[in-house]
């Protein structure tokens, strides 16, 4: 009866322990995109995961250095919308 219990405490331990990790992950995962204004087009886009994929390839494609989306000039961000809705996926605005 003690080796049972002993393992159900165990096994409890290890479950709360871990549970935070695999919340903070989720969370993480789950949180990562935010909104920008495309004054060019006066809309809205969620730049995330997906929107990066797009940018590095705008990147890519127009030789320019890689610098944080948030970080890019008014100018910059403008083109790159301007490229984005050209290429225009069916899945995201």
Known sequence: MKTGLFRFKLLAT?????????????????????????SGHADYHVYDRDEEVYYNQWVVETRRSHRDFRKLHDNDRREYWKWRHEHHDHDHH
């Open 14 to 38: 290890f479950a709360l322990m871990a549970a935070p990790i695999f919340v903070a992950g989720c969370a993480a995962h789950a949180t990562y995109g935010y909104r920008v204004y495309d």
